[in-house]
């Protein structure tokens, strides 16, 4: 396993943008695949994005294709989420993933803590 931290949620109006990181450490990075997930009050957690290790092939949730972007830094150990556009229902906690990058279906077996990403309107 891999230990995550998320950095980077926060308040902001709709319209906006704000950058999630999530900093890795433990087993080379490059074998994992990473993924955002989030969980808005009440609701289920759902996948927001993933970003396989290599080639980092990346899948978006229909709600969010053409306004988040996710990357990775093998190097460094992180992952990014960049999220552009925001809409108050983006309203949630995000949690950054990781499972090893193995066959077609990942699984989730890290996970960081989660930060707070509210979207005002």
């Known amino acids: 396993q891999v230990q995550l931290v998320e950095s980077g949620g926060g308040l902001v109006q709709a319209g906006g943008s704000l950058r999630l990181s999530c900093t890795a450490s433990g087993r080379p990075f490059s074998w994992y695949a990473m993924g955002w997930f989030r969980q808005a009050p009440g609701k289920e957690r759902e996948l927001v994005a993933t970003?396989?290790?290599?080639?980092?092939?990346?899948v978006y949730a229909n709600s969010v294709k053409g306004r988040f972007t996710i990357s990775r830094d093998n190097a460094k150990k992180m992952v990014y989420l960049q999220m552009n556009s925001l809409k108050p229902e983006d309203t949630a906690v995000y949690y950054c993933a990781a499972g090893p990058d193995i066959g077609s279906s990942i699984s989730w077996g890290s996970w960081g803590q989660g930060t707070q990403v509210t979207v005002s309107s």
């Open positions: 970003i396989r290790g290599s080639p980092s092939n990346t």
